[in-house]
């Protein structure tokens, strides 16, 4: 807002503006140690407040010199990139998570519930060695060791459930 | 004139003394009437005094005798889950799925357990203490399930191993054949093995995924099923295994035979010490 006013002010006072330099100090206002420092020192140094303060006809406080505007504009410029930079970089991230996270026809399937998915029953890996005249017998043995024991465990776990206790889940005594 | 408004006041007062005298007895808060509405009242509040105490010792005894079901369902689930993990015919993927299910229904009583001794009203605490039963049915259905699950698997499982051995011996049975042997015989034993394994695991197959689709919160037909299953495993173990294992026993001496008396008269692998050559080959109507 200043610097608007500033602006529109700049062509309206044109004899402010070369008097600027360090050419026309005030001397009132002008510490005693002033004199000591060479004149071109003082060129990059601001309009002093009194000279503007004192032109006839001006309502309005000069507004500070371009000289001076510079390094803020630089920074605000600089800012302005930083912010730009993080909010490009947050959109690719937003975009990226949202391409990579894309579940939307999951999101609008059917609930289904969550069952546990039983396992069909995969076929084990068994290890048969190559049967030979030499060991044919000891395997038909041995196979038929183990056929008795799965049939005797199946006699055992069908009487097993033959003694299951099913009226326990009776709800008549509740 | 005066006599006329003696008698009117004086009929008047009568009334009113008529009147208030009626009226007295329904306002009037006699000591004998306060006694009873204070005993009426102490009676009501004893009354309720008893029906909370009632309803607390029934509601502590809900609690308790839920517990008690929660308990015993806790360690039959539990004793089931040893007899899974000590199973060394299951696969791991099978006693993973069927210990996940065990797991599913011990935590679920668990958390009922906790609902329950949280339980204020003998109302909730009635109902939650049926679900113990109706929403696991533990001994009606998901116990008999399970075990169920594990004999036909097991059973499978030595079905395979024995569907594995089969190209084996037909692979020796040929071999036998090209030295010259009449493997007629073996032929058809091995055969009917085959026959029997493929009858098995058909049946099988049909029974796990029948016992599979049983639902644990409904008893429902579960008992028919079951009973099917059932004589489904006594018809594999009693009819089908005890075929193959007469086979194995068939085989066994006509291996024993064909490898120890080669026709070529080489010496067998058998028995390296046999080698007489075999000078009576067996005929083929001979060896049937």
Redesign the interface.
Known sequence: MDQQQGDSQAPQQPSAQPTTPASTPDAATQPPAAPATPPATETPSPTPPPMSSSLPGTGTPLTPPATEAKPKSKGMLMAIIIIVVILIIAAGVGYWYMSSHKAQPMAMAPQTTTV????P????T?A?T?????N??Q???N??S???Q??T???T??N??SN????????NS? | MKKIIYSITATLSFLGIILTQSALPAFAVDTAGGQKLINETSRIQNQATHAAEKQTNELQGIISRANSLITNRITTLNTLSTRIQNDNRLSTSEKSSLSSDIQTDISGLTALKTKIDADTDVTTARADEKQIITSYYVYAIFEPKMRLLITLNNLQTVSSNIQALVPQLQNLINTLKSQGGDVTQLQTVLTDVSTQLQTINTTLTSDITTVEGVSTTSSSGAETTFSKVREDISQIVRTDFAKIRTDFSQMRPLFKELITKKPSGTPSQAAPSQTVPSTTVASPSAAQ
């Not at chain 1, 546990?116 to 396992?119: D, L, R």
């Not at chain 1, 299951?164 to 709800?171: A, E, L």
């Open positions: 546990n998915k039983v396992v029953p995969t076929t084990p068994v048969v190559p049967v030979t005249a030499a044919v017998d395997t038909l043995n196979t038929d183990t056929v008795q799965a049939v465990q199946a006699n776990d069908l097993s459930i299951i206790n099913s009226s326990q889940d009776s709800t509740l």
